[in-house]
C-alpha cells in the first residue's frame, strides 16, 4: 500500500489523558499536513511540515497540541490533557513539491484518525 | 468572514440533473484552487484542480472568477454515484484552507 497510513483510526479516551496518532505520508512527499474535521464542517488546518521542518501551525492549535517529524517521514501528533472539544476526526495528508508548485498543493489524505474524548 | 464560504445544501437532485455549486473566497492572493470529493466517513480526494480559463473533466466543468473570487462546479448528467461532499479548496499560503463542503444527494 502507497497511500497515506494512519494509526490508530479510532480511540476513545477519557478526559485528561494524552493521546498520540501517527501518520506515515506517501514514501517520495515531503510536505506533510495534519487537519481536524468535526461533523458538518470542512477540514481545519493544524499544522504542516516541510520535511522535517514544521513550517506553520494555526493559531487555533492550543499548546496541549505538538506534532512532530522528526526524520521528515512519518509525524505524531499528540494532544496533552484531552478535553470533550477535541473529539473530532484527525486527518493526515502529504504532498509533493516546493512551494510554487501546482502539485505542492494536491494532497492525498489518509483514512483518519478519529478520536472520541469521553 | 470565513477565509472559504460555500452553501452546505444538500442539493437534492434527479439523477440525470445539472446541478451547480459555488464558493467564494476572501483572500485575493490565492493562487491555487481545487474541488476535493469527500464520500460519507470517507477521507477527501481531489476531485478537480480549477485553471484560471476554466477547465471540464468529463461531466465536471470548474470555473474560476478571480475579479469577483469566486468558483463554481458544474455537474451534467448527475449519476447516484455523484452523491457525496463536495469542498471547495482555496490556498493563500503554502497550506489549503477548505470550506465547509456542499452536500450533493441524487436520487433515483
Known amino acids: 500500500d502507497t497511500g497515506v497510513s494512519q494509526n490508530p483510526r479510532h480511540k476513545i479516551t477519557k478526559r485528561g489523558q494524552n493521546v498520540t496518532f501517527r501518520c506515515d505520508p506517501i514514501?517520495?512527499?515531503?510536505?506533510l499536513y495534519w487537519y481536524r474535521q468535526t461533523l458538518g464542517q470542512g477540514p481545519e488546518f493544524l499544522t504542516y511540515?516541510?520535511?522535517?521542518?514544521?513550517?506553520?501551525k494555526s493559531r487555533l492549535l492550543s499548546d496541549r497540541f505538538s506534532a512532530e517529524r522528526p526524520k521528515g517521514s512519518f509525524s505524531t501528533l499528540e494532544i496533552q490533557r484531552t478535553e470533550q472539544g477535541d473529539s473530532a476526526m484527525y486527518l493526515c495528508?502529504?504532498?509533493?513539491?516546493?512551494?510554487?508548485?501546482?502539485?505542492?498543493?494536491?494532497?492525498?489524505f489518509g483514512a483518519g484518525s478519529r478520536l472520541t474524548v469521553l | 468572514r470565513k477565509e472559504v464560504e460555500q452553501d452546505p445544501g444538500p442539493f437534492n437532485v434527479p439523477e440525470g440533473a445539472t446541478v451547480a455549486f459555488n464558493c467564494t473566497y476572501s483572500?485575493?492572493?490565492?493562487?491555487?484552487f481545487f474541488w476535493y470529493r469527500q464520500d460519507c466517513r470517507k477521507e477527501p480526494k481531489l476531485l478537480m484542480s480549477?485553471?484560471?480559463s476554466g477547465n471540464e473533466d468529463g461531466r465536471f466543468t470548474a470555473q474560476l472568477n478571480r475579479a469577483s473570487q469566486y468558483i463554481s462546479l458544474l455537474i451534467r448528467d448527475s449519476k447516484l454515484s455523484d452523491s457525496a461532499t463536495y469542498l471547495c479548496?482555496?490556498?493563500?499560503?503554502?497550506?489549503?484552507?477548505f470550506g465547509t463542503g456542499t452536500r450533493l444527494q441524487v436520487f433515483p
Open positions: 514514501s517520495e512527499h515531503n510536505r
Open positions: 480549477v485553471y484560471s
Open positions: 479548496v482555496v490556498n493563500p499560503t503554502d497550506k489549503l484552507i
Open positions: 483572500n485575493s492572493a490565492s493562487q491555487s
Open positions: 511540515f516541510q520535511n522535517e521542518a514544521q513550517l506553520e
Open positions: 495528508a502529504s504532498s509533493l513539491g516546493q512551494g510554487g508548485s501546482l502539485w505542492a498543493n494536491v494532497l492525498t
